[in-house]
């Protein structure tokens, strides 16, 4: 058997394919070279799915002392066989032959070079497995419909590529590609290979200096033209009779559209579903595609337990970063084990899904602590409200939005919104649930509206047409009909995204929201310094208090429960910036046009703080502490002791 001799610091192991037909035994060698990063290295990464993790084939290794065998995988054999050349060789990198998995030390180093290793490749060759269930058709069909159209990754928008394609179906989201059937059943069973669900494939893609290459067998279609045409197809209605096809085509959707400004909330949330032999790769797998100073210091570490890297992540977020948003993601659960409940179980998939566009804490730096005699957290916030009512929003039977059509569909999110509607007046009484209607249509799709997005947000639902129409459904008493259900399909979507898992709460002080699906009367509402969504707290006597989870109170996610509300007219608005190609937070008076970063309900800076000149301050504020001479992005008017002097009531709370 090979034996691994080991790494020089910043080393890696090449593996070279030696050229023969296509049955006859794998030769390679393997040599170690410096990685270097400054310049694409001449070698090709390649990404799979390591599939079963027995080791069932053997690779003949050329050394020094003669021929030695290395197990390998059926995937591994598999892509070798098909990308060895009959008359060159071929310079690779595999992980599971170029690094020694097991050795602990040597994987955590690899891990950790793992983005570099994948940027410095000439090319990344994304394996997908061989030929089977017409993948060739599929991916031909593919590069064809991603010839047709061009998107806009900024705005999410296609357009046809030449006036030819204006007027076809190849470009019309509102229509079903116009695919036969056994091309869309090719499409389904290629999307369905193993390599959509592996999580490490988002740092490996992502990482490509000029893009991946996708091969299947001995078809092969660009990483830019594959995203295209999954774009298309997860924008457009999908043909019922084809087995899980929008399950299938959302899983490549969120391969394929991780965006480079994604926080690590963002992308542990997008990649919950995605499979890992090793649940502390959950966190390892995502790191590179993160900023460094959301990494903050974090390396790969095989020698520490799963509860302990889970924990450290919280840790190095809340006490490093002054950021508590990595609460969002925990749910009381009863498969926690030995986690307290203020560390998120990565393990499991989250059952919700995160709020984003929200800033409850504003722009405020996390005042916590750790105790480690009682493993608790201890955070500063502020109380906003008890929970008097819940109500889960919908049955438990309720199928997936993925897995059946979208009429159907449809209908069921009516008649869940009908009857958590006619339980909201019975609660709240006629008169009130006529004056807070928009508050309670705003509340159930978490005000993901497209007037909160400047220019508007094409894929989310206009709020005064919606509003219409659930102030319709609210009285109509005849069965619904097609087109009725359809004028408002993006509310509907949208409320079953935000509502699945969750219920409507009411609470003592009057508050509408959403909650976890666990959040029971009695249980408050904390919102926390640095944490950008209400915390459902649930008091555990003198121990202290269970995270329940995130939970949305309209009126209270944009900084009110420390500033109060916006002044009239104002607005936050995400809005779009050219320079940067992303969207910030802004606050635009309506009533006078006016915009500015700058919210509206501060007043001037502390003593001994300015604002600091950088190359994007028209977008956001930083700001320098002089005397320490430091600069941060949060806001010094939005510390504690700031926050006591303008009188808001803050206290601590123990975290188990």
Known sequence: MYKYRPLDKRCIRLLTLSPDSFDSDIHVSLTHVRLETHEPQPYEAISYAWGSIVRSHVVHVDTEDGQQSLSVTENLHSALQHLRDSSSHRTLWADAACINQSDKEERSQQVAMMADIYRSAAKVIVWLGPEANSSTAAIETLSTLASKIHVDWHFLTVSPVSEEDAESDWVDLTKVAPFDQETWSSIGWLLDRSWFSRLWILQEVKQARKGAVIICGDATVSWEDFRKA???????????????LGQKVRRAYLVTSVSGHASLRQILDRTKDAQCSDPRDKIYAVLNLVS??????????????????????????????????????????????????????LSVPMRCEIIDNV??????????????GDASLIATGRCVGQILKVQQIFADDLLSLVGIGRQPLLRDIYAALKRLASWIRNQ???????????????????????????????QSPEYQTTLQHFRTLVELMAEPTIDFLNSSGKFYVSHYYYGLNRSFIITEEGHVGMAPQTAHPGDFIVVFLGCQSPIVLRPRGDEGYLVVGEAYVHGLMTGEAFLGPLPTNWQRVWRYDETTRRRWDSFNDRGRSIWQIEDPRLGPLPEGWAEENHSEQHVYTLYRDIEEDYVTWKDPRMTAPALRTRNVELQEFRLV
């Not at 999954?230 to 899980?244: A, G, N, T, V, Y």
């Not at 709240?428 to 508007?456: A, H, K, M, Y």
């Open 230 to 244: 999954i774009f298309s197809l997860h924008r457009r209605p999908k043909p019922p009779d084809i087995l899980l």
């Open 292 to 345: 460094e100073d959301e990494r903050r210091g974090i390396q790969p570490d095989y020698t520490k337990s799963t509860s302990e890297v889970f924990r450290d992540l919280i840790l190095t977020s809340t006490l490093g970063a002054k950021d508590l948003t990595l609460l969002t993601i925990c749910e009381l659960q009863d498969d926690r084990g030995e986690l307290p409940s203020w560390v998120p179980n």
């Open 359 to 372: 800033a409850a804490c504003w722009n405020s730096a996390a005042e916590a602590r750790y105790s480690d």
């Open 428 to 458: 709240v009484g006629i008169d009130n649930f006529d004056r807070q209607l928009g508050i309670i249509c705003r509340t159930l799709c978490c005000n993901d509206f497209s007037d909160t997005f400047e220019p508007v947000h094409e």
